[in-house]
C-alpha cells in the first residue's frame, strides 16, 4: 500500500535550517506530483509547496517563499524540504502528500513530523 | 487570495445527518476536495471532486458544490464521524493554487 513516512523534524533556533525527508512506498513516485503542508499547533492546515514529478515545476506559498527549498530524489523514492532562515511562525508538524495535479487534491498523507522554532 | 469560510464547529446526534458547509466566492466553479483529521492523526480524504468518494469512504459521506457554497454532508452519523472537517480548493490559474479553509469541529452529542 500508498506508504509516506516523513522524517527529520526537530527543535531549531530562530534563524537556523532544518531539512525534512519524505520516504515514499507502495506506488510509482516519480509519476506522481508531491507536496508539503503544514499544521502549526491546534491551528489549521495550510499549504506550503508543490512540485512536479520531473521536479521542474515547483511553486510555493508566499509565507515560505524565498526561505524554503522543495526538492525530490526519484532514484531515492524521496522528498525533501530545505527550511533556511526559519521563525517561530515556522513551528508545526509538517506532513508531506502525494498530489494529483489534475484535480488539486492531496492523498495520502504522511504521519507528519514536528519541527519547533524556539530560542 | 482566495477566502474559505466555515463555521468553526458543528454538533449533530447520533444517527442524524451532518451538514458542514465551505464558502467562497463562485467556490461552484472550483474544484472542492474534503478531508478528515482525528486528533492526534493525519488528515484523510473523504470526498475529491465535489462528490467523489476514495476507496474506503464510506457510502455516508457526499458533497456538493454550487454557486457559492460547497456542503459535505455525512449521513447517519456515527460516533467515529467526530473529527475535524477541511474544505480544500484548487485553482491552477491562481498564484495561491491551493487554499484550505479553516476546519469544522463536528462533535456528536
Known amino acids: 500500500q500508498v506508504q509516506l513516512v516523513e522524517s527529520g523534524g526537530g527543535l531549531v533556533k530562530p534563524g537556523g535550517s532544518l531539512r525534512l525527508s519524505c520516504a515514499a512506498s507502495?506506488?510509482?513516485?516519480?509519476?506522481?506530483?508531491m507536496s508539503w503542508i503544514r499544521q502549526a499547533p491546534g491551528k489549521g492546515l495550510e499549504w506550503v509547496s508543490y512540485i512536479s514529478s520531473s521536479g521542474t515545476t515547483i511553486h510555493y506559498a508566499d509565507s515560505v517563499k524565498g526561505r524554503f527549498t522543495i526538492s525530490r530524489d526519484n532514484a531515492k523514492n524521496s522528498l525533501y524540504l530545505q527550511m533556511n532562515s526559519l521563525r517561530a511562525e515556522d513551528t508545526a508538524v509538517y506532513y508531506c502528500a502525494k498530489f494529483t495535479i489534475f484535480g488539486g487534491w492531496f492523498d495520502p498523507w504522511g504521519q507528519g513530523t514536528l519541527v519547533t522554532v524556539s530560542s | 487570495s482566495y477566502v474559505l469560510t466555515r463555521p468553526p464547529s458543528v454538533s449533530v446526534a447520533p444517527g442524524k445527518t451532518a451538514r458542514i458547509t465551505c464558502g467562497g466566492n463562485n467556490i461552484g466553479s472550483k474544484s472542492v476536495h474534503w478531508y478528515q483529521q482525528k486528533p492526534g492523526q493525519a488528515p484523510v480524504l473523504v470526498i475529491y471532486?465535489?462528490?467523489d468518494r476514495p476507496s474506503g469512504i464510506p457510502e455516508r459521506f457526499s458533497g456538493s458544490n454550487s454557486g457559492n457554497t460547497a456542503t459535505l454532508t455525512i449521513s447517519r452519523v456515527e460516533a467515529g464521524d467526530e473529527a475535524d472537517y477541511y474544505c480544500?480548493?484548487?485553482?491552477?490559474?491562481?498564484?495561491?493554487?491551493?487554499?484550505f479553509g479553516g476546519g469544522t469541529k463536528l462533535t456528536v452529542l
Open positions: 507502495g506506488f510509482n513516485f516519480n509519476d506522481y506530483y
Open positions: 480544500q480548493v484548487w485553482d491552477s490559474s491562481s498564484d495561491h493554487p491551493v487554499v
Open positions: 471532486y465535489d462528490n
